[in-house]
């Protein structure tokens, strides 16, 4: 059976990450606390922002930027969008 956890963004118990996605306490409270569903729907946001404002993540900058916009994503706050996005309908 798979583990589940109360994952942060959905507010409800949902099957969680087969392993931490990072090394150290980072990618420890995310095992902790993200569900599997919430990691890809990040991943899949990530990349559209990525590609849409062309962003180099080998920059620093690049990185903390998103970083931010993970934390914003996970607690349903004013995160980055592309231009014209229009969320999928539920």
């Not at 090394?23 to 095992?31: L, N």
């Not at 920059?59 to 231009?83: N, V, W």
Request: proline share 6%.
């Amino acid at each position: 059976m798979s583990r589940t956890v109360q994952c942060r963004k959905h507010k409800k118990e949902l099957e969680g990450l087969e392993r931490a996605p990072y090394p150290g306490p980072k990618g420890e409270a995310i095992f902790a606390t993200i569900s599997k569903q919430a990691w890809q729907e990040w991943l899949n946001h990530q990349t559209m922002i990525i590609n849409e404002k062309r962003l180099n993540l080998m920059e620093a900058s690049t990185q903390s930027f998103l970083a931010e916009e993970f934390e914003k994503f996970m607690d349903d706050g004013d995160y980055e969008r592309p231009e014209g996005y229009v969320p999928e309908e539920k």
